[in-house]
């Protein structure tokens, strides 16, 4: 029996990604196809399934990637052929996003479809630049319009005169006609006083905000040079914005932070860094794989009760041994009698979070931190288990052996290089848009400058630029490869642990 397809009209929010809803995303993780537009936040997309096809069909300005008919068919086509559809719109699907049209044609073919609602930017800009829409002391009244003239379509002219008495009107898509939106208001008996705001890129940490009256907010939208995508907002609300503004005010509000790590491990970095106001990029330039050959660690697993120590260098390593454990049938209880080591707090956490007591851990997250405190403890003759990634620093392998350990090192993972992602981390690069790179580990650094084009044969195109970057490195053998590539690396915390790094990119923008 042919699989049915379904096809979902999901509200992506207004930008920042934290205002997309629990079901969105869960249609996200279970969509085939991913028809998105221009004003969705491709950091959603990253809930999406490996297996997913995305299928971009944005407008900007009066560019379509497709036309409207176009995208109808589109959706109708992948839903015939029994696929799961989630069409992702910016803000809300049914204010001015077309999605009445969509879900009609639908309904014609006789297409199951769900709506998935969204906030919508004409409510959620206005309130990440401290503009209440409504508020007791000023309005119990709000209207939503479209400020571009092709939009109105067939359903009448905009109502100028009822929209003078409304407390509130806030114009979507309107920044190109605000001389023509504030004559017509003022004709209609608007005072040209009347307070109005202007927000582009609204609660995107590239929010921009002009105040000004009804009487000047053309000359000042042309000033400013304020483009699309913006929302007109107008009314006395707009004077609680001088006390009420808090997004702006955040200590990386306009900061733009690339970050580098794994896409699973990213996450943690990125959310701090947004919590404080930063445009975050997550460029992942490794990506973890398991090990080319399970045949090395499944011989370590059999034969635990021979080990003395054994020593996790990364949380990666601590995820991937306890993973094999139980995937050959063993357990916690076939550790007993060996003493466990980590290197660095991350480490160890995750160690602990395992349910496992750690016996030596190394704060300093360096090899040579780690040897010091074995070799006081009289591992001459003991046997060690390393489960670490192929790709590692030799030297704890050497200490550990040089003070007498017999060790045996087992490869739990791999790190490579990520397909996508170099095409768009060049072109930040070229245009300036980035004000500091992170790096959390060698590895990180390394293939970063493979995918800017830097490698063995030296210098690239994008070597200045990209040596005049900023950048944070997480310890002292990140920050001495980074520096062995030439990399401006300006700060490095004095704890080597994501936290610490937030908090010395908080004091670098003080």
Not at 160 to 176: C, D, N, Q, R
């Amino acid at each position: 029996m042919k699989k049915q397809g379904k096809v979902y009209l999901v509200g992506a929010g207004p930008g920042d990604p934290g205002l997309v809803t629990l079901k969105a995303v869960e249609l996200i993780r279970k969509a085939d196809v991913i028809i998105y537009d221009y004003l969705v936040n491709e950091q959603l997309l990253s809930y999406a399934s490996s297996n997913a096809a995305f299928i971009y069909a944005g407008k900007k300005g009066n560019q379509h990637a497709l036309e409207q008919d176009e995208i109808n068919d589109l959706i109708v086509e992948e839903a015939v052929h029994g696929k799961v559809v989630v069409r992702l719109k910016g803000g809300d699907p049914f204010v001015f996003g077309r999605g009445g049209e969509e879900a009609e044609v639908l309904a014609r073919k006789k297409i199951p479809f769900e709506i998935v609602p969204g906030i919508t930017s004409a409510i959620a800009a206005p309130a990440y630049a401290g503009i209440p829409v409504t508020h007791r002391d000023y309005t119990s009244t709000v209207a939503f319009v479209t400020g571009h003239e092709k939009e109105t379509g067939s359903g009448g002219e905009v109502p100028w005169e009822a929209l003078s008495k409304i407390g509130t009107v806030v114009f979507l898509m309107g920044v190109g006609n605000a001389e023509q939106i504030s004559e017509r208001l003022i004709e209609a008996g608007r005072a040209p006083e009347t307070p109005v705001a202007v927000i582009r890129w609204g609660t995107h940490p590239a929010q921009r905000v002009v105040t000004a009256t009804l009487k000047t907010v053309a000359e000042e939208v042309r000033r400013a040079d304020l483009k699309p995508p913006s929302i007109i907002v107008v009314g006395d609300v707009v004077r609680l914005r001088e006390q009420l503004n808090w997004f702006e005010n955040k200590p990386l509000f306009g900061k733009r932070i690339l970050v580098t790590r794994t896409r699973e491990q990213a996450s943690e970095l990125s959310h701090h860094l947004e919590e404080y106001g930063a445009s975050v990029s997550e460029i992942p330039t490794i990506e973890i794989k398991p090990p080319a050959s399970w045949r090395g660690i499944d011989h370590a697993l059999a034969s635990l009760k021979k080990y003395h120590w054994i020593i996790f260098t990364s949380v990666n390593g601590v995820s991937h041994f306890f993973e094999r454990l139980q995937k050959k049938g063993r357990d916690l209880r076939d550790l007993k009698g060996i003493q466990i080591a980590a290197i660095g707090p991350a480490t160890a956490e995750a160690i602990r979070e395992k349910g496992i007591r750690v016996d030596s851990i190394a704060e300093e997250y360096r090899a040579e931190g780690l040897v010091r405190i074995l070799a006081a403890k009289r591992i001459r003759g003991k046997r060690i288990l390393i489960p670490r990634a192929k790709e590692a620093r030799e030297i704890l392998v050497e200490e550990l052996k040089r003070v007498g350990a017999k060790v045996d090192v087992v490869e739990a993972y791999r790190t490579i290089r990520p397909k996508g992602g170099a095409d768009r981390l060049q072109e930040l690069i070229q245009k300036g848009e980035i004000d500091l790179m992170t790096f959390a580990s060698s590895s990180t650094v390394e293939n970063f400058m493979k995918m800017v084009g830097v490698g063995a044969t030296g210098r690239s195109p994008l070597h200045d630029l990209v040596c005049k970057i900023p950048v944070a490195s997480i310890g002292p053998i990140t920050t001495k490869t980074a520096k062995s590539h030439g990399l401006n690396v300006i700060l490095q915390p004095k704890k080597y642990t994501i936290p610490a790094l937030v908090q010395a990119v908080l004091e670098y923008f003080k």
